[in-house]
């Protein structure tokens, strides 16, 4: 028995043009493309859930072609919005082949449009599949499978049970980063954020030694050390972080990872950040509107947050650490002059980059339902939620306004003049660190 878990290839920005052209060999484009289109570590997962009598083959189509002459028993999928529309070429596809195997989706889009990727396969996991999965072999095995499985019908997934992923299946030559999750779930809530509505809110870890366990696997089959966290907010337990970071520090990696604002707060716990391994945080500010903020999240959690922005960059960058911001144009409050404050906010904070995309209605969020009730969505197929393509009617801005706007801001962060002026900061950054480390 034979199984085929895919994880499908996606497209960057669908037609804007100019900004493609623009982006192509840039910096932002390097860290974009291997920050978010790194392999599926939640296929991975699976494959270590599956029996040893089953072959298990993984395959990235952002790096090698699928094998659509070879046999399988069950193709397994994983697509986000923008990919989706491949993973349906994909399924019908394998639906076409002489002996047509038993096609399966997961990921957020599936489980959202549960009802829509159904036409297209022939088994929809709805939401983390870990403990479903396993129920869903053994009925292959019965030929009693069903057409849906829920995670709601199963115990919620208890994070140190989650088995180390099979990183022996990847191509090494494939990736220069590697992914490692130590937890699931964010108590913020943002409004665009469909990774709330999928993992949920409450916060779920995995212990230190697992994590611990996971980069010394992860390290055996790839070659390089720079780690990426792939935790939508990893620092919120305070409990854990003490532990964690000494374990990390013990590991003797670099690491990236996702934090919200107030990890700037304290910069004792910085220290010990950096110290640990850590070289540059991914930090969504979204918006520097404090409208827009306040239209995110019901609690106006970011909102409150906006005025200590600055100081927060500062306390982090003082301690050595890179900060890469990620915004959102096209919020109501947005207008033409949001590009360039946008573009001064980056470069007078020292931001190692920044990632700024479009505002996009994702299924399951609460953005697409108050979009949805004003008729501002767009009649726009899914293969356009690129996050930089428009796919809503904007109050204020047109869309070649914002497709204008969005090309003008990266100009403005990514070109020498910047760069110099950033290397300059961070050097000095350096020796202030290593002047202060000389006299402890």
């Known amino acids: 028995m034979r199984i085929a878990f895919i994880n499908p290839i996606f497209t960057l920005v669908s037609n804007n043009d100019a900004l493609k052209e623009f982006i192509k060999d840039s910096p932002f484009m390097y860290f974009y493309s291997q920050f978010w289109s790194g392999f599926s570590n939640g296929l991975l997962t699976l494959a270590a859930l599956t029996p040893d009598d089953i072959e298990s083959v993984y395959i990235d189509e952002s790096h090698e072609s699928i094998p659509f002459n070879e046999n399988f028993d069950i193709i397994a999928i994983t697509a986000t919005t923008q990919q989706i529309m491949r993973a349906?070429?994909?399924?019908?596809?394998?639906?076409?082949?002489?002996?047509?195997?038993?096609?399966?989706?997961?990921?957020?889009?599936?489980?959202?449009?549960?009802?829509?990727?159904s036409r297209h396969v022939d088994v929809v996991f709805i939401g983390e599949a870990e403990n479903s999965w396993p129920q869903f072999l053994r009925d292959f095995r019965?030929?009693?499978?069903?057409?849906?499985?829920?995670?709601k019908d199963f115990p919620i997934v208890n994070m140190t049970e989650v088995p180390i992923p099979r990183y022996e299946l990847l191509n090494p030559d494939h990736f220069n980063m590697i992914w490692i999750q130590s937890s699931r779930g964010c108590p913020i809530n943002c409004e665009f954020c469909s990774a709330t509505k999928f993992f949920g809110r409450k916060y779920r870890i995995k212990t230190e030694e697992q994590v611990l366990r996971e980069i010394s696997e992860a390290r055996k089959h790839m070659k390089m050390k720079q780690i990426l966290f792939s935790d939508d907010n990893m620092f919120c337990n305070k409990d854990r972080n003490e532990a964690l970071l000494g374990k990390l520090k013990e590991a003797d990696i670099s690491f990236v990872a996702q934090a919200d604002i107030t990890i700037g707060e304290n910069p004792d716990f910085l220290k010990v950040l950096k110290d640990?391994?850590?070289?540059?945080?991914?930090?969504?500010?979204?918006?520097?509107?404090?409208?827009?903020?306040?239209?995110?999240?019901?609690?106006?959690?970011?909102?409150?947050?906006?005025s200590r922005y600055s100081e927060y960059i500062k306390n982090i960058t003082e301690a050595g650490i890179g900060v890469y911001g990620a915004f959102i144009v096209g919020y109501d409050y947005d207008t033409n002059e949001t590009f360039n404050d946008l573009a001064n906010f980056v470069t007078d904070n020292y931001l190692s980059g920044a990632q700024i995309t479009v505002l996009t209605p994702l299924p399951g969020t609460d953005l697409r339902e108050r979009l949805r009730k004003s008729n501002r969505v767009l009649n726009t197929g899914w293969e356009n939620y690129t996050f930089f393509d428009v796919n809503i009617n904007h109050?204020?801005?047109?869309?070649?306004?914002?497709?204008?706007?969005?090309?003008?801001?990266?100009?403005?962060?990514?070109?020498?003049?910047?760069?110099?002026?950033?290397?300059?900061?961070?050097?000095?950054v350096f020796l202030r660190n290593l002047e202060g480390a000389k006299n402890e």
């Open 395 to 428: 109050p204020i801005l047109s869309r070649k306004e914002i497709e204008q706007g969005l090309l003008k801001t990266y100009k403005a962060i990514y070109n020498q003049e910047y760069l110099n002026r950033k290397n300059q900061y961070y050097h000095q």
């Open 142 to 151: 019965n030929g009693t499978w069903k057409k849906k499985y829920e995670a």
């Open 88 to 117: 349906y070429a994909i399924a019908e596809r394998f639906k076409n082949s002489p002996e047509p195997p038993c096609i399966v989706i997961g990921g957020s889009h599936a489980s959202f449009m549960s009802d829509e990727a």
């Open 276 to 306: 640990s391994g850590c070289s540059i945080l991914f930090i969504g500010f979204e918006s520097l509107d404090p409208r827009n903020l306040g239209l995110m999240n019901s609690t106006n959690w970011k909102q409150e947050k906006l």
